[in-house]
């Protein structure tokens, strides 16, 4: 099995390669000076000169730049738009092609806790979520029948360098509080999820956004975004 993995040198993406490589997948996840997701051209040269015929695509690639809506510039809100959200449906263009012609595909991608609730200081990213997760129930509307399964998954809060470094000790201490299972996720706990739902294990999960936050979002932490 093939897998075409976005955003795969992060902390979580990395952490999805590895899962899926131990389980015998060859993943390809091309770095970003092979492949800018901000750049329409770029994907379209990408897949001119490499193949696209994958089973398993994974869009875990992200962009968040916080600013208030008086602050907010519209080359924020493009680039945010267009790597979270429009890069997903550009680069199905050119897989869906094969996974149509085996009748078969797992197609996930990573959201948010945003996709589902707002913050101030986030509309770029925000709506860029909330877009990504109605796609993605659109194309499993679409191509259920071509039994190619569509979902989201979206993280709580995950133990990464990008967490550490963007919040103090006390403020990490807070969110555990909050959280039910009393930790924040790893990406473990993430890149096995996705796993499940990518592979042959998942036969009837499709257009849904499963949410991995430890219980966050149930016990009505979201009030603390």
């Not at 555990?176 to 999960?205: F, H, K, M, W």
Request: charged share 20%; with cysteine.
């Amino acid at each position: 099995m093939n897998v075409f993995l976005t955003g795969g040198s992060g902390d979580i993406g990395s952490a999805i390669k590895d899962c899926f490589e131990k389980n015998g997948y060859n993943v390809i996840s091309p770095a970003h000076s092979e492949l800018d997701l901000s750049e329409k051209k770029s994907i379209d040269n990408y897949f001119k000169n490499n193949i696209a015929e994958y089973d398993v695509f994974i869009h875990c690639a992200g962009f968040n730049a916080p600013a208030l809506i008086e602050n907010l510039t519209e080359e924020n809100l493009y680039k945010t738009a267009e790597i979270n959200y429009f890069s997903f449906i550009k680069i199905m263009s050119f897989l869906l092609p094969y996974m149509l012609k085996n009748s078969y595909g797992k197609v996930l991608a990573v959201s948010s806790l945003y996709g589902s609730v707002a913050r101030c200081g986030r509309l770029a990213y925000v709506s860029s979520k909330h877009a990504l997760e109605g796609t993605i129930k659109t194309y499993a509307a679409e191509f259920g029948r071509s039994n190619i399964l569509f979902n989201c998954l979206s993280p709580g809060f995950v133990d990464t360098k990008m967490t550490r470094k963007n919040n103090s000790e006390e403020k990490i201490r807070k969110m555990i509080e909050r959280i039910p299972l009393n930790r924040l996720a790893t990406t473990v706990d993430i890149a096995q999820t996705a796993y499940y739902l990518c592979s042959d294990g998942n036969t009837y999960i499709t257009g849904q956004n499963i949410i991995v936050d430890g219980g966050f979002m149930a016990e009505g932490g979201q009030h603390s975004l």
